[in-house]
């Protein structure tokens, strides 16, 4: 049923619905892909600020950054 009715809409929406449908694709493809990127990306924390820590202790603020 609501299968249906979504593709009487798209039908009726002609040829604007194509190039609607593709975008739609793609940026629905980007997320994904920008999810499992940022999900994987891990950072040791104790490691980043143990640097942090010593450029500043070194006054090298430029490093710090």
Known sequence: MFWE???TL???GGLVMYPLFICSVLVLTIVVER?????????DVEKLLAKIR????KNNKQQAC
């Not at 999810?35 to 950072?43: A, E, I, N, P, S």
């Not at 010593?54 to 202790?57: I, M, N, S, Y």
């Open 5 to 7: 009715n979504g593709v």
């Open 54 to 57: 010593e450029a500043l202790q």
């Open 35 to 43: 999810w499992f990127y940022y999900r994987t990306l891990q950072v």
């Open 10 to 12: 798209f039908t009726k």
